[in-house]
Each structure stands twice: as structure tokens, then as C-alpha cells.
């Protein structure tokens, strides 16, 4: 999955309820594009470069830190379509004129962009401190990838004499509502292919927390079990317990300060749930008291995401992702493992345990369900 772009929004209002419009076109924010990080205080200035013979009543004006998986053509899109969906009216003139709500984009990256639709960054930013004094309130050491200057530099140096005063009254951050902090270890969960190491990656970047991915990439068994999986079952088996016991055990213990939790894309008892489907009674007996000599000394999350597909979306995503040995996976088989983790999940009675359907949903590519994904697990009723 490619890294989020960093972009950096203004926004003016001075028609109407100007609050209101602002904290509108956040909201459409956060639903469209991508999650915000941070959001200025609000500021009143006097209305920039309007012909003194109109009237031109003071804006509010913010900037806000945005996060998106978006191209910035798609980001330019989206911010028009809100503009006009909150009654913004472009005439094609330049002239200035009162407006319902203002977006412009300051900054993508170090991104420079010339294009005929897009221009980054805004060429007039450095001139207007209704822009440069919000921006400094949140990224004072972002600099213009053009001027090569801070934005706290550019407001120093900036020739725009307009009086702004901040505004006593806060913006609410949309993003904010989703609150993971009252979990130390989330384990998110789910057949081949059911999404489970997106999930956690996207919520890893969104909520400042420590990743961990499972290192099944690195097992040399699993393309042979899938060609012979009777021969090397239990090789596998077992090379994935090893494994997935070092690897908790040593990244549990490791105190990150600089992140609030631990997302993992799996959990630990996954071995036992595949080890029952694929050895035979007498192997997996030996395998069950070699795993629970182990099991009960690795942390256990204290929350546990299952991300539930049906096998039809299964063997499309399998299909999509293109691992040559997972092409030849049989129903019957997702089908086992998707029953063997309902079983496991439903006797669980020390952890608070999530079964999510997602067999409709696309979380990587529309926002909108990502969003009632964490809706799902962030709210308290399970």
C-alpha cells in the first residue's frame, strides 16, 4: 500500500453562518478525502483584494493537515464537489467575491505541481497572511518547496498588512471520534485474503500505532504445502508457531513511547484454528499441547477484530493479489477456516471480541466503508 499524501487545506468563509461552513467542509473533509490531523485556530480577517466599492464582510479563516490515499488531481475534484455541494458559486471571473466556503490546496508533500486545474504550491499562499498565519499555527517548520522558506520565515517576511484575530472558539476534528485509546493490543483477523493486513496498516497510519505483520512472506513451507500439503503440514505448522511466538513475544516487549498502541494483522491462536484443518488427529494432538506450552505465556490482545468474507469475495481478492501459490485454493478449505475462527471466537470470554461482515464492503478503496469499519469497532456495543 503507497504512504499517504501530506496535504495542507485552507479554508474562508464569509457568507452566512461562516462556523458552521467551516466545520461543514471539515466533515465533507474527513468523509471524501482522507483523515484529519490537525486543524488552526479560526481566525477573522478583513476580505483580501475585493474591489473597495463592494461590500466584502470579514472571513474566517483555518488551515488543516490532511492525510490521503487520493491523487492530487482527485483531492482538487473533491474539494470543488464540496465547495458546491455547501452553495459555493464560481462565476469563471477572478475577480473576489464573497463566498459561502473557500478551499484551496497550499501544499502536497515537497510536491510541485503546474498544471492547468492544480497548482502547488498556491502561488499567492506566500502573500497572504490570512493563509500563513493559520498554516503557522499548525506546521511553522513546513517549508515551500519553491521559496525554500519555513512558513514561519514566509509570515515574517510576508507584506500583507491585514489584522487578524483569533477567534476563542474551536473547530471539532471529525477524525477525533474514532478513540482507540483505551486498547494496549488490537488484533485484527480474517481468512486468506479477507484484508486483514490493510486493515491493520491503514489504521497503524491513521492512529499513530506500533505495527506488526506477520512474517508469513519469509516461510519457504508455504509454497510446498500448498503443492503437497499432506507432506509438509506439519513442517509448516510448526515453523509458523515458532515464528509467530518469537516474533509477539519479542515486539510486545519492545516499549514503543512514540506510538499510543500495537495493531497486529494477526493473532497467535490462528496456528491452532489452521493447524486443525490441515494435519491429522494424531499430529494435531501433538501440535495442540506444543502450542498451548507456549500460548500461555504470549500477551493476548485486548481487543480482536475478525474481518468476516464470504468465500466468493475470498477467491476474488486471492485472485487480485496474484500469489502464485494461493491460486489453486479450494472453497472447502477458506470455508473450514472461516468456520474454525467463528468457533474459536464464540467460546472467547476474557477478550472483547468484533465480527465484522465486510463481504459488501471496500475499505480500500472507498472511504466510506473504511469509515463504518472503524465505526464498528470503535463503538462500545458488540
Known amino acids: 500500500m503507497n504512504q499517504p499524501q501530506q496535504v495542507y487545506i485552507s479554508l474562508g468563509s464569509n457568507q452566512g453562518d461562516r462556523f458552521k461552513n467551516l466545520q461543514e467542509a471539515i466533515d465533507f473533509i474527513h468523509l471524501k478525502i482522507g483523515t484529519v490531523k490537525i486543524i488552526s485556530k479560526v481566525y477573522n480577517s478583513p476580505a483580501f483584494g475585493f474591489d473597495p466599492e463592494a461590500s466584502g464582510d470579514d472571513f474566517y479563516n483555518v488551515c488543516m493537515h490532511v492525510e490521503t490515499y487520493l491523487k492530487p488531481k482527485k483531492v482538487m475534484q473533491e474539494l470543488l464537489s464540496i465547495e458546491k455541494s455547501l452553495g459555493r458559486v464560481r462565476n469563471g471571473q477572478k475577480k473576489y467575491e464573497a463566498r459561502t466556503i473557500d478551499l484551496d490546496i497550499l501544499l502536497i508533500n515537497d510536491d510541485i505541481i503546474d498544471t492547468k486545474t492544480l497548482k502547488v504550491p498556491h502561488p499567492e499562499m506566500h502573500k497572504r497572511r490570512f493563509v500563513l498565519r493559520p498554516l503557522n499555527n499548525i506546521a511553522p517548520n513546513i517549508e515551500h518547496p519553491k521559496l525554500k522558506k519555513t512558513a514561519s520565515v514566509l509570515l515574517e517576511e510576508c507584506e500583507d498588512n491585514s489584522e487578524l484575530e483569533g477567534i476563542n472558539i474551536w473547530l471539532k476534528n471529525p477524525s477525533k471520534v474514532f478513540n482507540f485509546s483505551k486498547h494496549n493490543y488490537i488484533a485484527i483477523e480474517g481468512n486468506i485474503g479477507?484484508?486483514?493486513?490493510?486493515?491493520?496498516?491503514?489504521?497503524?497510519?491513521?492512529?499513530?500505532?506500533?505495527?506488526?505483520?506477520?512474517?508469513?512472506?519469509?516461510?519457504?513451507?508455504?509454497?510446498?504445502?500448498?503443492?503437497?500439503?499432506?507432506?509438509?503440514?506439519?513442517?509448516?505448522?510448526?515453523?509458523?508457531?515458532?515464528?509467530?511466538?518469537?516474533?509477539?513475544?519479542?515486539?510486545?516487549?519492545?516499549?514503543?513511547?512514540?506510538?499510543?498502541?500495537?495493531?497486529?494483522?494477526?493473532?497467535?491462536?490462528?496456528?491452532?484454528?489452521?493447524?486443525?484443518?490441515?494435519?491429522?488427529?494424531?499430529?494435531?494432538?501433538?501440535?495442540?499441547?506444543?502450542?498451548?506450552?507456549?500460548?500461555?505465556?504470549?500477551?493476548?490482545?485486548?481487543?480482536?477484530?475478525?474481518?468476516?468474507?464470504?468465500?466468493?469475495?475470498?477467491?476474488?481478492?486471492?485472485?487480485?493479489?496474484?500469489?502464485?501459490?494461493?491460486?489453486?485454493?479450494?472453497?472447502?478449505?477458506?470455508?473450514?477456516?472461516?468456520?474454525?475462527?467463528?468457533?474459536?471466537?464464540?467460546?472467547?470470554?476474557?477478550?472483547?471480541?468484533?465480527?465484522?461482515?465486510?463481504?459488501?464492503?471496500?475499505?480500500?478503496?472507498?472511504?466510506?466503508?473504511?469509515?463504518?469499519?472503524?465505526?464498528?469497532?470503535?463503538?462500545?456495543?458488540?
Open 194 to 382: 479477507a484484508g486483514k493486513t490493510s486493515l491493520a496498516k491503514i489504521i497503524a497510519q491513521d492512529f499513530n500505532a506500533k505495527l506488526v505483520l506477520e512474517r508469513f512472506a519469509d516461510n519457504a513451507f508455504l509454497p510446498k504445502f500448498y503443492k503437497e500439503p499432506k507432506r509438509y503440514a506439519f513442517t509448516l505448522e510448526m515453523s509458523f508457531l515458532a515464528d509467530r511466538y518469537q516474533q509477539i513475544s519479542d515486539d510486545l516487549s519492545q516499549l514503543d513511547l512514540f506510538k499510543d498502541f500495537i495493531v497486529s494483522d494477526y493473532d497467535v491462536f490462528k496456528s491452532l484454528i489452521f493447524s486443525k484443518i490441515t494435519l491429522p488427529e494424531d499430529e494435531f494432538i501433538l501440535y495442540r499441547k506444543l502450542f498451548y506450552l507456549m500460548y500461555k505465556d504470549i500477551a493476548k490482545p485486548d481487543l480482536y477484530v475478525y474481518l468476516y468474507q464470504n468465500t466468493e469475495r475470498l477467491q476474488e481478492n486471492i485472485k487480485k493479489r496474484g500469489r502464485d501459490y494461493e491460486q489453486n485454493i479450494e472453497d472447502d478449505y477458506l470455508e473450514k477456516i472461516n468456520a474454525g475462527y467463528l468457533e474459536f471466537l464464540k467460546n472467547q470470554t476474557e477478550i472483547t471480541v468484533k465480527i465484522i461482515d465486510i463481504s459488501e464492503r471496500d475499505f480500500v478503496k472507498n472511504r466510506k466503508d473504511y469509515l463504518w469499519v472503524l465505526n464498528q469497532i470503535c463503538n462500545d456495543e458488540t
